[in-house]
């Protein structure tokens, strides 16, 4: 049953040789892991203008200088990451840069930055989309946070159908997004341009006011800097690209940043010349498309549809990059290698899991609040951001290529912006970003534990020559076998057959309690008739425990058989149900003993099935 609804809701299974059908084309490429950073423009705007109007309208033209330099910073880190695609085409990103120019800590600590981002970036995104179908249906208001975790939910269920089913769903959203923000954009700026829409700004470029601070500058800077989030997710996720992976990815990045320069800078200039200011009840992006469009008309619905169809899908981005990024640090013995196993459709289904868990925990503590959770986000980004970047200017100064120094320039510029960044955030946004300071001790504890149990695992299991001979070998002189007897019945019988087939020495072992003695002897009587030449041992409790009685009659076996030079395995008979749902009408006996003995290291422990028919 379970295989069926599996089958239905995820697909059928597909075949290994089937892998390349699911690499990506640029144009599905672009709409699978650009969602994230497109649908950034629908706030980045919004918080530099939030922050700046604290020191009132007038510092609104501060707008256009930000986002200069956000776009700057948007060239310095798309050129970066570039490099990145073709220096390290195996993926991991800012991950695989800082591991190998600053070291391994350094590349955990991005690892674990990006890890952790994706989940916010999913959180979100399905927050942002609750927040815009409560707008829309205030109603839902109460269940913004039950929203967003069905969202969640749905996102999950389609990327584990596999890649190349979530990019041809995710194509509609995103290139009706880009259609629409562009038209909307191209009308404005003309009508701008043309006069038919007249100059409205709260100031006029370079007035100067006495709230302007280098503190609100840097902080509005930070608050524009969110719409850069995303960007690094195509570097992650390389391999997933249609040969040649490192050209398709360069290409597909940009041509997302292209986009997301072209609609940052649009929607900045308009919310400028238009003098919009943000307020509880409109978003900036809203009060743009109703001045541009003359009203709550056609064009003014259409653009609120694409935005809140990207802002629904944006956290896809989170579900295509992480399992990529999960896949490369279990690689390193950083994570469990489950994130290395691919799933029915061929994808990283693990990582897909993990990650929605994360994104719901995220929402859950913090409510489904988008302002809450986006500085924090941003530290989670700008912090690879500065790892790689300055990664890459100590992997030019060792290759030395031609024009190194203009791409180390290139990168020292990306570096140092978004390390300022994330003094900035840190200085000015303590009370949002300080669980970053809490969150990555623990996931970098996390990762070192893990590959200490990896690098502990393979000593343990290597084998070690001194003088071309093997490390010690055991050499037995018989085995001696424990059947576990609750009563007598098929599969005991068959059990007991089978443990003569495999011993030199058998032993049956009862637990008996006090509740019916005369069936206890009746079970005694019926094995030695059955099984003249096998010992049978009753093992009395008083506390009606099977466990610690098999624990302490083992140890005694185990003892005898050391002197006899014997293997001991025990063996546990059980019986089978023929569907899977009857098994919770049954005591766990078996499972509770196996749980046991698996801590012993001198004995196997061994499972006798039988398989009932009916």
Known sequence: MFQYIKKILIGKPLKTLDEGGQSLSKKKALALLSSDALSSVAYGTESITTTLLAAGAVALWIQLPIALLVLILLAAIVLSYRQIIHAYPSGGGAYAVASENWGAKAGLVAGGSLLVDYMLTVAVSASAASDAITAAIPMFQPYVVPLSIIIVVLLTGMNLRGLRESANFLMFPVYFFIMALGIMILWGVYQAATGQLPYHAAARVGTSFSGLSFVLFMRAFSSGSSSLTGVEAISNAVPNFKVPKEKHAATTLSMMALILALFFGGITFLSYWYGVKPNAHSTVLSQIAETTFGGHGVGFYVIQLATALILAVAANTGFSAFPMLALNLARDKYLPHLYMDKGDRLGYSNGILSLAFGAIILLLIFHGSTDALIPLYAV???????????????????????????????????????????????????????????????????????????????????????????????????????????????????????????????????????????????????????????RYVDIHSSYRSIVKPALSFVDAVVKQAEKRNHSVTVLLPQFVPKKPWQNILHNQNSLRLRTAFASRNDISVSTYYYHLSE
């Open 380 to 534: 989670g980004v700008f912090v690879p951001f500065t790892l790689s970047q300055s990664g890459m200017i100590i992997h030019w100064w060792r290759k030395k290529p031609g024009y190194w120094w203009f791409k180390a320039l290139i990168n020292f510029i990306g570096a140092a912006i978004s390390a300022i960044l994330v003094i900035t955030l840190f200085a000015t946004r303590i009370e949002h970003v300080w669980p970053y300071l809490l969150i990555m001790p623990i996931v970098m504890f996390m990762f070192l534990k893990v590959k200490h149990h990896y690098v502990s695992i393979a000593r343990q299991l290597r084998l070690e020559y001194v003088k071309n001979d093997r490390a010690v070998r055991h050499h037995y002189d018989g085995a001696t076998v424990i059947v576990l007897v609750s009563n007598i019945t098929k599969v005991t019988t068959e059990a007991i057959d089978y443990a003569l087939s495999i011993g030199d020495y058998v032993v049956a072992m009862h637990v008996s309690f006090d509740v019916n003695p005369k069936k206890e002897l009746e079970t005694s009587n019926g094995f030695k008739e059955d099984f003249p030449d096998v």
